[in-house]
DNA sequence: CTATAATCCTATCGGTTTACTAGGTTTTAA
DNA sequence: TTAAAACCTAGTAAACCGATAGGATTATAG
């Protein structure tokens, strides 16, 4: 399952990549057009930012920008940094590998061996969408 | 995420599914093999029975025994009985759908046309993958 | 008939995560 | 100087997870 704060900052970048031009977009106006919590959208929103997705400008008429154009933001990379991994196990993961500690030999492990299936399926969509296509309406 | 529940009774329904005779096999057995904790096992199986995939047998030489073949059993029908929906989003899934309270219009949601696309992609690989796939070895 | 082995059932519990909320501080533009 | 915005820290109620506890029930073997 997609956590709100992961399902809110999509929503938000999208939100933001959507609008012609480059002025900062404030929280409260995102928070009101996308029915979310300011004050738990300004945390997500901080978040973006220092990860790099957003730039911000402080005090009055400032707000939140996208440091990169809308398609060369993969929603892989979004995801990470707000949800985490994108494998459903994290002996399968590529970016947040762990071993299982119940399972001996990863190799014959009748679950590791689907769930590797999953997160290709996975990563191909989340890979092969950018932020661009997700935020032009229908 | 895979809970621990779901990934621990793939794990035993594919223990079972490599047993070439059909004589019932214990949850201490499955427990010991895979490393699962017998009482927590326990409660899978119960559940795994209950909602038709596993028979059993009470008493001394008995244990659970799969009712189906497992070519016939779809990794989706797993999954959905242990984990639940297999989208990331409720307002996407199939068996489990629920409207988001924050969205006034699913067909213009960002979020809602990259789930079904993710779903879609995971739907392919869990529907294709029987319990005979996974229980295979290498 | 009895001992034992197994499933079945209910309840509980500590820890973690989630989705916020509260209450401010700091910075900037008008 | 005022107001508007981002920024920061902390807390918190509720849910969920991964077990554990303690038995009740049933079936088999001897």
Known sequence: MLSK??????????????????????ASEISENENISQKFLES??????????????????GGYYLIKE???IRMTAVIRVLEGP?????CVSLNYYEKCDDC????????????????????????ENTLEDIASLQ
Do not use: W
């Not at 930012?49 to 008429?61: A, H, I, T, V």
């Not at 994108?86 to 994290?90: C, F, K, N, R, T």
């Open 70 to 72: 809308p398609g060369e």
């Open 104 to 127: 001996p030999d990863e190799n014959t492990c009748s679950v590791h061996k689907l769930m590797i299936q999953v997160r290709d399926a996975s990563l191909q969509v989340l890979g």
């Open 5 to 26: 704060k992961t399902k809110y900052g999509i929503k938000a970048l999208a939100y933001i990549a959507r609008k012609k031009d480059r002025k900062p977009v404030q």
């Open 86 to 90: 994108i494998a459903m196990v994290p």
């Open 44 to 61: 997500i929103m901080l978040e973006l930012r220092k990860s790099g997705f957003l730039g911000s400008k402080k005090g009055k008429g």
